[in-house]
C-alpha cells in the first residue's frame, strides 16, 4: 500500500507547491481546503483544480466557519491593506492574519491522518517570504507535531509516528515557482490574492499578490494570472 | 476590566464543573460548545443550560462538521458500546473515541480568546476516571499549551502568556462531583450520554452513563437524571 500524506491546499501557490513535493516523494495525497468564510472563496474552486492536475487520490473540503471568531480582515469586513512597502510587510502581523488559522487546519488535517492511517501531514508554510504570521513559523510547526503525536490513538500506542512536513519552509517565493514548475505545477490553476475583484481577477495590490509577483519577477518568469492592477 | 477565560463546555458533568471553577477563580466566563453531528446533540440544549446558569457572559455553539472524517461511534453508525466492566474499559482507546476531537476544539478556544484578549482557557479534561482519550492526558494538555503560545500575536509579541487550565485533571468523578455541588452546579441541567434515548433520557448503560453513576454512588449522592436502564 502506498504512504499516505494529508496535503493542506489553500489553492495558493504554496501550498499547491507543497501538494506536488508529497507526490515527488511517492506519497498517495488526500488534499484537504477549508470553507471558511473567507473572502476569496474563489481559492477553493482553484483547489479543486489542482488537486485534480496534481493527481490526488481524495480531495475534502472541510467546513469551518471562522467568522462569529471574527478578528481578521479575511473574514470581517475589515479592509485588505494594499499596496503596502517590502519595509512595512517586514514589520508586526497584519490584519489579514486569521486567528489560530493554521492550528485549526492542522487539527483537521491531523484528525483525517488518523482515520486515514496516514503519518504524514505537508503543509506549504514558509519563513522567508512570508506574511509576518506566527503560525508560519519552523518553531510553531514543530511543537505542532509534537503536541500532535501526543493527541492520538497511534500516538499513545506508539504504532505510528506524525510528521509534519514544511518542503518549502527555507526557500524564497522565487525558489517555490522554480521547484513547482520543475515538479510540473500549472500556476495558471493557482490563486493568491486576498481580495479578488468580482469577476475573480486578483487585485494586484495585497500582500498576498505583491509577494506573488515578486516571486515570478526574482524567479524570471511569467505569472499566468491575470490582475486587476498591472 | 475582569480576566477573561474561554471555557470548553460540552454540557456534560465535567465541563460544567470545569466552569464553575473558572467562574471560582474570579474569570468572565466565555463558554464555547460545539455541533459537530454528534449523536447526543441533546447536549447542546443542556451546555446552554449549564452556560445561563452559571452566568457566563457569552455562549458560542461553533458548527464544526466532523462526520466527513469519519472513525467514531459518537459521529457515525458505529454503535456506542453498553455495559463494559470497569477492566474493559481500562483497556485500549474505545470506539466512542473522535480523532482529535480536543485538538480541534482547543485550537477554536485559542482563536476566540486571541480575538477576546482572554490569556486562559478552561477544559474539564480528568486523567483518573477518564475513558482512555489520548487528548485528555496532562502530558498532552501541557504539550498544547506550548504549542498555543507560539502560534498567536501575543505569543510571539509576548504581549501575553496562554494557559489552559485543566482543574479536574487529577480528581475521580466523585471529587469532581462533590467539588460541582460546593460550587452550585445543578447537575440536573448536564448531560454525560452518548446514546440517549428519543425523549433525551439518558441510556444508563454507555461508558459514560456508567463512570458518571458510579461518580455519584462513590460521592453519596442521587444523580438527579432519569435514566432508560436502572
Not at 112 to 122: C, K, P, T
Not at 153 to 172: D, Q, W
Request: charged share 20%; proline share 5%; glycine share 10%.
Amino acid at each position: 500500500m502506498p504512504r499516505r500524506a494529508v496535503c493542506l491546499l489553500s489553492g495558493g501557490l504554496d501550498s499547491a507547491t507543497a501538494l506536488a513535493c508529497a507526490r515527488r516523494d511517492g506519497f498517495e495525497c488526500y488534499a484537504l481546503s477549508f470553507d471558511y468564510g473567507q473572502r476569496h472563496r474563489v481559492e477553493l474552486d482553484c483547489a479543486r483544480k489542482v488537486a485534480a492536475a496534481l493527481g490526488a487520490k481524495d480531495h475534502a473540503i472541510a467546513h469551518v466557519d471562522l467568522r462569529w471568531i471574527g478578528g481578521s480582515a479575511l473574514t470581517s469586513a475589515i479592509e485588505v491593506p494594499k499596496h503596502r512597502s517590502a519595509d512595512e510587510m517586514g514589520h508586526g502581523i497584519p490584519v489579514t492574519y486569521v486567528p489560530a488559522r493554521n492550528t485549526i487546519f492542522l487539527s483537521y488535517a491531523l484528525a483525517w491522518s488518523e482515520v486515514l492511517g496516514a503519518n504524514d501531514i505537508f503543509i506549504g508554510v514558509n519563513a522567508v517570504d512570508y506574511s509576518g504570521y506566527p503560525d508560519c513559523r519552523p518553531e510553531y510547526i514543530e511543537s505542532f507535531e509534537r503536541m500532535a503525536n501526543l493527541a492520538t490513538k497511534a500516538g499513545v500506542e506508539g504504532s505510528m509516528r506524525l510528521r509534519v512536513h514544511t518542503p518549502l519552509a527555507h526557500s524564497s517565493k522565487a525558489q517555490i515557482i522554480r521547484l513547482g514548475v520543475e515538479l510540473g505545477v500549472d500556476y495558471g490553476l493557482t490563486h493568491s490574492c486576498y481580495d479578488p475583484a468580482p469577476d475573480g481577477r486578483a487585485c494586484g495590490g495585497c500582500d498576498s499578490c505583491l509577494l506573488r509577483r515578486k516571486g515570478f519577477d526574482e524567479a524570471g518568469l511569467a505569472d499566468p494570472l491575470p490582475y486587476v492592477h498591472l
